[in-house]
């Protein structure tokens, strides 16, 4: 193992476990996937959304991401405080407007519906998310109407309480509800992951222990670094990982460090951390910016101390709400030196550099998503 990552065997493997990092290596293996003898390393990025053009596709070295492919309408609630809305009809458009971007703008891109799809055709294959369920509302059977429109990985909830389960940045935490727990068995009737990032724990813990598959925290950080709901416990790492499943760690630095200098040394150390507490085949790499990075901060030359600002008046609400982790307002947004289109030949650099071995690099940078969308969607 790579210097500082432990390896706890103490308490053996879950069935669920087992079975993704066994059955699921074969079946990648098997499958026409990438190998471990391809030209180029396989990266995977657990969350992110469309560049400006075809050409920083290709520049990104990914032969696949998970996208983000619904509309958010923007309204404010009784209170006056900002809130963002994912309706059915928005999240129809978003697909639409993402198929017709793939036929058009991206035609080295390709709609990805199995995890033994990566690396069977040129270019990036694309996985769709959706970042909550409140697109699906009381109907579960909308669930399968957006998995026959692509949709592969759902987002349980987005911050807030929804139908579905307790988000991460509400006062008071809560976990699945009952249709919630319905939607979960949907969910793995019809072979989508069920996404926890933006969950309060105990709906990321309850999800765990109700989904029959495994579970991914496609893009966060660890709160052993930063107090703050929107991160996440090493309680839900591990039981993430217990279910066979993923979590990406991803560029939003304010969450990845109170320090006033952001650097790669701390995104590592967030990679190190989901290793130690999980595991080797839980860790890998996400975005949640698009691909070439964070649009506004790279206009500023990634001056984070002016791209901060604009998120200063959404931190002061959530503040005033009583949520806590709030009440100091965040200094940055981006690492530079990853904001940009080749963060992840960064990374991948950047982890040889800190000590890991070439075979765990390799899971990091995309082997471990592989599996994951390999093991639940064949």
Not at 29 to 57: H, M
Not at 152 to 157: A, D, E, G, K, N
Not at 160 to 186: C, K, M, P, V, Y
């Amino acid at each position: 193992m790579a210097q500082g990552v432990k390896q706890d065997i103490s308490n053996g493997l879950s069935r669920r476990r087992f079975l993704a990092t066994g059955a699921a290596g074969l079946v990648a293996a098997c499958a026409g996937g990438v190998s471990r003898t391809s030209a180029r390393p396989l990266y995977i990025d657990g969350l992110s959304f469309f560049p400006e053009t075809a050409q920083d596709i290709a520049a990104s070295g990914l032969y696949a991401f998970i996208c983000d492919v619904s509309e958010v309408e923007s309204v404010t609630d009784a209170q006056g405080h900002p809130r963002y809305l994912r309706t059915f009809d928005a999240c129809d458009r978003g697909i639409d407007a993402a198929l017709a971007r793939m036929r058009t703008t991206f035609p080295n891109t390709w709609l990805a519906t199995k995890g033994s799809d990566i690396g069977s055709k040129p270019g990036a294959g694309v996985f769709f998310q959706l970042q909550s369920c409140e697109p699906i509302d009381n109907d579960l059977d909308r669930i399968a109407y957006f998995h026959g429109r692509g949709l592969r990985i759902l987002q349980l909830t987005h911050h807030n309480n929804n139908l579905f389960a307790g988000g991460a940045i509400e006062a008071h935490q809560s976990g699945l509800t009952a249709l919630g727990r319905d939607g979960i068995a949907e969910m793995n009737r019809l072979n989508i992951i069920p996404d926890v990032s933006h969950a309060s724990e105990p709906t990321a813990l309850e999800a765990a222990a109700q989904s029959q598959s495994p579970i991914i925290l496609s893009h966060g950080a660890c709160r052993a670094f930063v107090d703050n709901p929107r991160c996440a416990t090493d309680d839900m790492i591990r039981a993430v990982a217990e279910t066979g499943g993923v979590m990406g760690v991803f560029m939003m630095s304010f969450w990845l460090t109170n320090d006033p200098v952001p650097t790669i040394e701390h995104y590592i150390d967030h990679i190190r951390h989901v290793v130690n507490v999980g595991g080797i085949d839980a860790a890998a790499i996400a975005n949640d910016y698009p691909i070439t990075g964070q649009e506004n901060l790279r206009k500023l030359g990634n001056n984070n101390a002016e791209g901060v600002k604009t998120y200063h008046d959404w931190w002061r609400s959530i503040h005033e709400q009583g949520v806590p982790g709030f009440a100091t307002l965040p200094e940055h947004v981006v690492i530079p030196e990853l904001n940009n289109v080749y963060r992840m030949q960064t990374i991948h650099q950047s982890l040889e550099r800190a000590g890991f071995k070439a075979r765990e690099v390799e899971k990091i940078m995309g082997g471990n998503w592989q599996r994951v969308l390999v093991d639940v969607l064949g």
